[in-house]
């Protein structure tokens, strides 16, 4: 197959897997993860340092900014002025500017406050920010946000953490059928069936950290999701047959015995 | 009764004690942070590594210092 690259904000992927770094059993045993994905993003979370135990392993020790694109991301913030805080303390610690933006509403469900979020796409991207978007799969915001700016739409699959899978795939399809930017499913993902349903629909990638990092075998978890993506990924590209209500035999007719 | 030499700060939501005439790259060696990957917000602006030298810690300052950790979404 020729290259498949996808561009985001200026900068061009092979990969269109990209995961967490939350939940798993160790730093070492995500980095095993990320490579098994073939990772080429990572989404990191920006928290106080810790004072009182400086032996913590640091995050930057097993996976290199310089090998993966850190993609810093506001999770647990549930105002705009807490995202953007975020964000511009991400920016100043790492030196770029690429960022996941999530503004969340209800802690039960972890549903994107789509107000908050769309007043904060508009700042950061006065601020200079690319701002990837964490979104609902409800095709109008989803406009708004890109109209404001956003370099990519991330509509939620189901919600954070629920392995549930893709619950509205025409919703879906309608934001990839309008969309002019990149669209990645975020969350949801519970298994690989899921990640090649989204990669069915024609979305440009994956984000997922749960369904890896709690798997049984997280690295195991991680080299068939990267396959998915891929199985997904061609599927689209190929496209599928027509579905029909009745049987359609594949031997020729002619020549029975 | 000896000098007072330690002036109060908020650093992390925490009220603590520093040393006085610190800069801000003097607080972090003496937190004993490494300062490589952190930020600092000071009273709610950022305060870029360019100024980390230049600027002195006052009495009063609520500083955030943070950095990178594993995160999903």
Known sequence: MTKDNWVVAGREFSSRLIIGTGKYASYEQNAQAAIAANAQIVTVAVRRVNLTDKSKPLLTDYLNPKEYTYLPNTAGCFTADDALRTLRLAREAGGWNLVKLEVLSDQKTLFPDMLETLEATKILVKEGFDVMAYCTDDPVFARKIEDAGACAIMPLGAPIGSGLGIQNRVNIRLIVE???????????????????IAME?????VLMNTAIAEAKDPVLMASAMKHAVIAGREAYLAGRMGKKSYADPSSPLAGLI | MPMQENISIVLNGEAIQCPINLNFLELLNHLELE??????????????KSEWENRQVENGDKIEIVQFVGGGL
């Not at chain 1, 629909?201 to 990638?205: A, F, N, R, S």
């Not at chain 2, 300062?35 to 870029?48: C, K, T, Y």
């Open chain 1, 178 to 196: 309008q969309s002019r930017v990149p669209v990645l499913v975020d969350a949801g993902v519970g298994t690989a069936s899921d990640a090649a």
């Open chain 1, 201 to 205: 629909l024609g979305c440009d990638g």
């Open chain 2, 35 to 48: 300062p490589r990957s952190l930020a600092i917000e000071l009273n709610r602006e950022i305060l870029p």
